[in-house]
């Protein structure tokens, strides 16, 4: 099992989402639900990137910090 961090470009915004999954397609897949289940209207998604990926293992972790992006704004 690996724990995956997506950036998600929705409406000129950059919105985390973590996912614990099997595999890559399992992994984007739940990207999908886990938006549909948060947002009371779906936003128009621009993109989804994979921007960590790591093993689950006791301790791992991420930091999700504000300013942090691998996308840029305009």
């Known amino acids: ?3 995956y961090r997506f950036e ?3 409406n000129g915004e950059v919105i985390p989402v ?4 099997e ?6 897949h739940l990207v999908e639900v886990e938006l549909e289940k948060y947002f009371l209207r ?3 998604v ?7 990926k790591k093993k689950i293992r ?3 972790g991420f930091v999700l910090h504000e300013q ?3 996308l840029t704004g305009s």
């Not at 621009?46 to 960590?52: H, V």
């Open 1 to 3: 099992m690996n724990l």
């Open 8 to 10: 998600v470009t929705a």
């Open 18 to 21: 973590i996912i614990a999954a």
């Open 23 to 28: 595999n890559d397609n399992a992994a984007f």
């Open 42 to 44: 779906l936003p128009e």
């Open 46 to 52: 621009d993109d989804i990137s994979l921007y960590e």
């Open 58 to 60: 006791r301790g791992n």
């Open 68 to 70: 942090e992006t691998i």
